[in-house]
Every structure is written in C-alpha cells, then in structure tokens.
C-alpha cells in the first residue's frame, strides 16, 4: 500500500508584498531587514509553488519595488498573480481581491510596509473577507519603529496571527515527507544570517 501523501497545515496559502519601495528606503525603520526576509519568503514560494501578489504605492512618484527583489519576482514567473499599483493603502483592490485563489479561504502571509497603515488595512480586510492572516513580525516595518508594536498588538486582537517567516514556511509544509521539503530547508539554512540579522533588527527589543 502507497505510504498517505503528507498533510498540509494549509491548504490554500498566498503571499502578500506590499509597497518595499525605493523612495522608503532610508525612511523605514531597518528597512534592509523587511528586504532580507522578503527575499527568503519569496525564494522558499517558489520551491513550494506559491502564489504570490505584490502591490506598490504610487509608483510613479515612490519608485518600483526595490531592485533586490525585481529578480526574485522575474524568476517567480506565472507564480506572481498581480504586481499592481495603487493609491489606496489596502492591498486588498479588485485586482487581488478578484483572483481565483480567493474563491476559497487563503492562508495569507504578509511582509512590506507600513505596518501601522498598509499592512494594517490589508490585514483588516482580509479578515473581513474570511480569510486567515499571518503577519510575518521579521518582514514588517514602519518609519517610526514605535508604531510596529502597536499595529502588531491590534492585528492580533482583530485575529490575525504573528509570527515569523520561518514558521509559517514550515507550517505551508506541516510534514518532512513533503515533497519541497529538502528545498525550503536549503532556502532557510542558506538565510540563517539574514533571519538572525531580521530577527535582532525588527524584533530585537523582544527576544
């Protein structure tokens, strides 16, 4: 009899980059660190076949997304569902909002900026739409270092979950025996720096 095929903690899981752009790079608080575990994030979405959906605000007057991400993005290829711009500060616009995956509850995980307003909104919204969000504390930033605690401690009342990069990889895993398993465990292995840089910078004061 053929050994049961892994089981999935999520059945239905996406990735959200919202705004990691040029012209925040030297206002955002240890910005570097957002843009070190986006790129973790998005390498380990590959392996693991992960739609994801990428928003800049204003971009004609805040840049595009940073250039360390641009190739990362161009190797996703068709796994990148949207790369809009926007004026509003949720991600959660009818170019995302009307995408097949969303047919059915998704287990959303978010990094960018800010985290007091456009991951706060975005966050907010997907609740309200029924879907199950996860913000990734070592990817989120804001100018004022102060107002990422704060929009942390709300989102977790309104139901989202923090955690971190690492866990939720593992959790879009759930099983050794999935068959991505020995990839993403590169992706994280070859990041232990960067993770560790992540962690002491956005959640030094915590640890």
């Not at 616009?93 to 900026?113: D, K, N, Q, R, T």
Request: charged share 20%; aromatic share 6%.
């Amino acid at each position: 009899m053929a050994a049961p095929s892994p089981e999935r903690r999520f059945k239905n899981p996406a990735v959200f980059v919202c705004d990691i752009q040029e012209k925040f790079r030297p206002t955002i608080h240890e910005f570097d660190k957002v843009i070190l575990t986006t790129r973790k994030l998005l390498l380990a979405a590959q392996s693991l076949s992960l739609p994801v959906f990428v928003t800049t605000q204003n971009r004609s007057r805040l840049g595009d997304t940073v250039a360390e991400l641009q190739p990362l993005l161009a190797a996703a290829g068709p796994l990148v569902k949207a790369d809009v711009d926007k004026t509003r500060f949720s991600m959660w616009i009818p170019p995302v909002s009307s995408h097949l995956h969303f047919c059915s509850p998704s287990e959303v995980a978010i990094v960018g900026i800010e985290s007091h307003i456009c991951i706060t909104q975005t966050a907010l919204d997907l609740l309200v739409a029924g879907h199950r969000v996860n913000i990734l504390a070592d990817g989120v930033s804001s100018a004022n270092r102060h107002e990422v605690s704060i929009a942390l401690d709300r989102l977790r009342q309104a139901g989202a979950v923090v955690t971190t990069s690492e866990s939720w990889l593992y959790e879009c895993m759930g099983d050794a025996a999935a068959p991505e398993f020995r990839d993403v465990v590169r992706v994280v292995k070859e990041a232990v720096a960067d993770t560790r840089a992540a962690l002491q910078g956005l959640l030094g004061s915590k640890i």
